[in-house]
């Protein structure tokens, strides 16, 4: 298959999953960082029971520190904040079976995260640790602007909180406005003079925090209707025995 121009490694790995017929359907680079040689193993996973037979990177040689730390912390942050489990070393260099392929062509999404649909159809994985060699062909496209963009889809893809921050935001400010009423009546009642300052204040603070709550709740709507345009299916059936 070739593309009209380049669309991105996402849109190629979902344009090969589109096209392939057969039962078993592997993924790795074509400049040969992911070694072919790793596939019988891969294969023999699969022939003893796995659905997806998969690479898992081992360290991060030939990467700059500041890359490594930012991709360490891009895993931390985002397994915090969504609701699936990505592994840090995970890679796409893997085999998988039909049922596996056809439940991630199952997922309509267009700005998609494979990592995270990998982890989010789930299947019984056996992962092989793997090292990095060098390039046969061709140098990395990949520079921070593009794979901070890769990490942002990555979150947003799976996790609503940065809709519902403004609600958590507003809540803290409205608590801490309250707090804040609550000294400057203390020392009023204490005798000691108090400046409308402190009035103007609370006053600003509660309307602020109000304000955020406010948009807080919109966003949980929006995470529902964000959710709800996903259409990723409710759950995925491995094998049945119904008949």
């Known amino acids: 298959l070739s593309f009209s121009r380049n669309f991105g490694k996402e849109s190629a790995m979902l344009a090969g999953l589109r096209a ?14 992911h070694s072919p040689a790793l596939l ?14 998969a690479a898992k990177r081992m360290d991060r040689t030939g990467e700059t520190k500041l890359k490594s730390r930012l ?41 998609r995260f494979t990592k995270g649909l990998f982890s989010f159809v789930g299947f019984r994985t056996k992962w092989f640790p793997h090292e990095n060699t060098a390039r046969a ?3 990395a496209k990949w520079n921070f602007k593009k794979l901070f963009a890769y990490a942002c889809d990555g979150i947003l893809a799976f996790s609503d909180l940065p809709l519902r921050l403004p609600l958590y935001a507003g809540g803290a400010l409205c608590g801490g ?31 602020g925090g109000a304000i955020l709550c406010a948009i807080g709740l919109l966003g949980a709507y929006l995470a529902r209707v964000y959710t709800q345009v996903k259409d990723r299916p409710d ?5 049945s025995n119904l008949i």
Do not use: W
């Not at 019988?40 to 037979?53: S, W």
């Not at 759950?235 to 094998?239: D, L, S, V």
């Open 137 to 139: 062909a061709g140098e």
């Open 235 to 239: 759950y995925i059936i491995r094998e």
């Open 40 to 53: 019988p193993e891969m294969l023999r996973a699969i022939e003893e029971g796995y659905d997806v037979a």
């Open 177 to 207: 406005a309250l707090l804040y009423a609550l000294i400057v009546l203390i020392v009023r009642l204490c005798g000691k003079g108090v400046s409308s300052v402190h009035a103007v204040l609370i006053v600003l603070l509660l309307l």
């Open 20 to 33: 392939s017929t057969a039962e078993l359907v592997g993924i790795l680079d074509a400049d040969l960082q």
């Open 71 to 111: 991709s360490d912390a891009f895993y931390k942050v985002a397994n915090r904040m969504t609701d699936v489990e990505i592994d840090p070393g995970a890679q796409d260099f893997r085999v998988m079976k039909r049922i596996v392929v056809d439940a991630l062509l199952s997922l309509g999404e267009h700005r």
